[in-house]
């Protein structure tokens, strides 16, 4: 019976370590205006992702767009990207993510917009960036990174905030077969989560977990 209880207990402790290495608090990421979100992210620090297809690193320079690193910064210590598909994936062009596949999870995060920012460096391969659409201050989970040189993004407004230090060639590697047909459903992912990507688009390559390396 003492064995039992043992395995029973060691059982428990290892799906609470499971729980821990995910990184994921569904009842925090469901309050954006939480304390959680609004810690300042250190000068410079460095985020491991894991992918389906091989990790890569990301280092962010919050003097290129500080509002843009803390908003950055709070998402991934709070684990909102995990189990996330890459669902824009345009070979020489970008690679884009950021919609939670919870469709309560997003549904909060709709209107927490962050102020735009002045450019400060350059939107070149490698680089890190907060998509947005054309109103003002529209910036709110969604990031992507170039694959190519796409300077001319700058004129528009897209503030980089960091960059691929480490395993650009995974970027690279990423699925897109699908190309902009994901990216132009973003309603529906909004609506439905990942049970929508993977039903129609079930070959999206997706991250396993970010780590906050420093």
């Not at 997003?106 to 920012?117: K, L, Q, V």
Request: hydrophobic share 40%.
């Amino acid at each position: 019976m003492r064995a039992a209880v043992l395995l029973v207990g060691l059982a428990a402790w290892l799906a609470g370590c499971k729980e821990e290495t995910a990184g994921f608090n569904r009842e925090t990421l469901m309050n954006p205006a939480g304390e959680a979100f609004k810690q300042t992210a250190p000068e410079r620090f460095r985020v491991r992702f894991e992918t389906s297809v091989g990790d890569f690193t990301v280092e962010v320079e919050r003097a290129l767009a500080p509002t843009g690193a803390d908003r950055f910064y709070n998402l991934v210590r709070n684990g909102f990207y995990h189990d996330q598909r890459f669902f824009r994936v345009v070979p020489g062009f970008v690679v884009q993510w950021g919609i939670h596949g919870d469709p309560a999870i997003s549904a909060r995060w709709e209107g927490t917009g962050i102020a735009d920012e002045p450019v400060r460096g350059s939107n070149q391969r490698g680089i890190l960036c907060f998509a947005a659409a054309s109103a003002p201050n529209s910036r709110t989970t969604q990031v992507f990174i170039s694959l190519k040189d796409n300077a001319y993004l700058d004129g528009y407004g897209f503030a980089p905030f960091g960059r691929v230090t480490e395993g650009i060639e995974t970027v690279d590697k990423l699925n897109g077969e699908y190309g902009e047909a994901p990216s132009k459903k973003q309603n529906l992912i909004q609506q439905q989560g990942n049970r929508y990507l993977q039903e129609q688009f079930p070959a999206l390559d997706y991250i396993k977990a970010t780590k906050l390396l420093d």
